[in-house]
């Protein structure tokens, strides 16, 4: 391992919902054929998702789950990327921490003592949603703000739904920042540009809450049936609740109730994302919703049903678990 240096390594960080997974799927999708990716994914619950939308024959995928990476603990991380050094030996990693995630210790971490010389950390990059940009739960949020203070690369996701007005606020936001951002750009549909992988990374990005963040995380599982076929895992940190589950892929969901059901988690007013895969009557379901996105797709076949609910309040996990039943094939 000591033999491989020099990595370029990339961290893709923003808040929830701003489309981290779709910009990295296309990242995926124009990687240079003769060169070998992993991608390190850390979710905030304990149910892997996005994992399993990255899932690729072509690119070492490696999930991390519970909480941030800088939390969870040196050790998750260390393991997860020496794996990949050793076995993989990369010619690129990124790594997606939880749009719940503090970046800072993991720029600390990844670029020094061992990792000093095997990784090239290079331009932090931060996806946000210009429309947040007027709502104090995220402009005062101290993870978002240092999300974005500590980028080397700013943009602005999801421009084709951007008011002007919208634009002329991410303007404004990025003419705040000293020293300047590298790289500023508004993009649809996560479409980052590889050759912004490459850019350096500046060393002197402050964090302004670095100190007084801090992250607590814990979780409990709740089994339905008392049998794995059906798993339910609640999960807090950072002041934000997670209920996820992991269902055998025995169990369909009836299709056309879907939406109604998404609406109705919604109408649950501190909810802010619900994302994750289904096994339907009519066939396999990816869906994405946050507050200003709803997104169904069908997918491919997966091993099972994956879903988690995020919010920035109480969750009621066990009336969300059996409005979840009610929707099965009967």
Request: hydrophobic share 35%.
């Amino acid at each position: 391992m000591n033999s491989y240096s020099n990595i370029p390594t990339n961290i893709i960080c923003g808040f929830l919902g701003v489309g981290k997974t779709t910009a990295i799927q296309h990242l995926l999708k124009c990687k240079p054929d003769n060169e070998r990716w992993a991608v390190i994914v850390n979710e905030f619950g304990q149910i892997g998702i996005d994992g399993a939308l990255l899932r690729s024959d072509s690119v070492e995928i490696k999930e991390i789950a519970g909480g941030c990476l800088c939390c969870v603990g040196s050790q998750s991380l260390s393991v997860g990327l020496n794996q990949i050094i050793r076995n993989i030996k990369p010619h690129r990693i990124l790594i997606e921490p939880t749009g719940l995630g503090h970046p800072a210790k993991l720029i600390d971490a990844l670029t020094a003592g061992f990792y000093k010389t095997v990784l090239d950390v290079k331009a932090i990059i931060n996806l946000l949603d210009a429309r947040q940009l007027t709502d104090k739960r995220y402009t005062e949020n101290e993870i978002f703000i240092d999300q974005s203070g500590l980028a080397d690369v700013l943009i602005a996701n999801k421009l084709d739904v951007y008011s002007d007005t919208d634009k002329q606020n991410f303007y404004a936001y990025v003419m705040s920042f000293q020293p300047p951002k590298t790289k500023v750009a508004m993009v649809d549909q996560g479409q980052l540009q590889l050759a912004w992988l490459n850019l350096n990374r500046l060393d002197n990005r402050q964090a302004e809450f670095t100190q007084s963040h801090q992250h607590h995380h814990h979780q409990q599982q709740h089994k339905a049936n008392n049998s794995q076929n059906w798993l339910m895992v609640e999960g807090r940190g950072s002041g934000y609740m997670s209920t996820g589950w992991r269902i055998n892929k025995q169990f369909q969901f009836i299709k056309s109730n879907i939406p109604d059901w998404l609406k109705s988690v919604f109408e649950e007013s501190s909810v802010e994302r619900v994302k994750g895969l289904m096994h339907t009557d009519k066939g396999w379901l990816s869906i994405n919703h946050s507050r200003h996105e709803q997104q169904i797709l069908n997918t491919e076949a997966h091993d099972a049903s994956i879903l988690e609910v995020i919010s920035s309040g109480h969750l009621n996990s066990n009336l969300l678990n059996e409005q979840l039943k009610a929707q099965l094939v009967k």
